[in-house]
Nanobody
Framework: VQLQASGGGLVQPGGSLRLSCAAS????????MRWYRQAPGKQRELVAA???????DYADSAKGRFTISRDNAKNTMYLQMNNLKPEDTAVYYCNAEILYYSDDAPVALNAWGQGTLVTVSS
């Protein structure tokens, strides 16, 4: 079971990016999914979270500009980021609470993706 984040890149201020996070493997269920980010020299911070039913929560810095969503059928989460600012520059990590089966035994895993770099600069 693993998470794969993608979609980062270089964008000008005011631009948009869409990040994706795909979970793969013999997954039974994914509960909470989250996006975190870590800027150079700063601690990792929570950006947005979404429950399996679709209810979402955002950091103040993301409210009104970012939208988190998920496709449970595809085990994939997204982060649509609009009106990007230079202070949004960071490595973005996805995180998910995953239940899978190993040798017929349930295993709860708090999985992390590898991170995708978002750079907002003119």
């Amino acid at each position: 079971v693993q998470l794969q984040a993608s979609g980062g890149g270089l964008v000008q201020p005011g631009g948009s990016l869409r990040l994706s996070c795909a979970a793969s493997g013999s997954i039974s269920r994914i509960d909470m999914m989250r996006w975190y980010r870590q800027a150079p020299g700063k601690q990792r911070e929570l950006v947005a979270a979404i429950a399996s039913g679709g209810s979402a929560d955002y950091a103040d810095s993301a409210k009104g500009r970012f939208t988190i969503s998920r496709d449970n059928a595809k085990n994939t989460m997204y982060l649509q980021m609009n009106n990007l600012k230079p202070e949004d520059t960071a490595v973005y990590y996805c995180n998910a609470e995953i239940l899978y089966y190993s040798d017929d035994a349930p295993v709860a895993l708090n999985a992390w993706g590898q991170g995708t770099l978002v750079t907002v600069s003119s």
